[in-house]
Nanobody
Framework: QVQLVESGGGLVQPGGSLRLSCAAS???????MGWYRQAPGTQRELIAF???????NYVDSVKGRFTISRDNAKNTVYLQMNSLKPEDTAVYYC???????????WGQGTQVTVSS
């Protein structure tokens, strides 16, 4: 059984930092691992992904503030979030997929709240 388990969410003040982790089990060599987020009343959006080869892509709203990385040996992807803003508040979901979406798995989500 494939599982993606996120951790690291929480409450942080504006300008602060958080690091999210997502550990995958039951599957290896995931082609692309990414982070999505969904704020209340909005659609889930892809904010960053990284391929097994290390190529990365970010949505414009997080470029320069968030960094995605992965440890293939640990089957884990990370999202370092700096200079957090209130508009970053959302549930953050980890995703793992194949190159043509022949598999597509989701974590359960972790809440990130940016507020003073």
């Amino acid at each position: 059984q494939v599982q993606l388990v996120e951790s690291g969410g929480g409450l942080v003040q504006p300008g602060g930092s958080l690091r999210l982790s997502c550990a995958a089990s039951g599957i290896f060599n995931i082609y692309a691992m990414g982070w999505y987020r969904q704020a209340p009343g909005t659609q889930r959006e892809l904010i960053a992904f990284i391929t097994s080869g290390g190529s990365t892509n970010y949505v414009d709203s997080v470029k320069g503030r968030f960094t995605i990385s992965r440890d293939n040996a640990k089957n884990t992807v990370y999202l370092q979030m700096n200079s957090l803003k209130p508009e970053d508040t959302a549930v953050y979901y980890c995703n793992g997929r194949g190159i043509i979406y022949e598999y597509n798995y989701w974590g359960q989500g972790t809440q990130v709240t940016v507020s003073s």
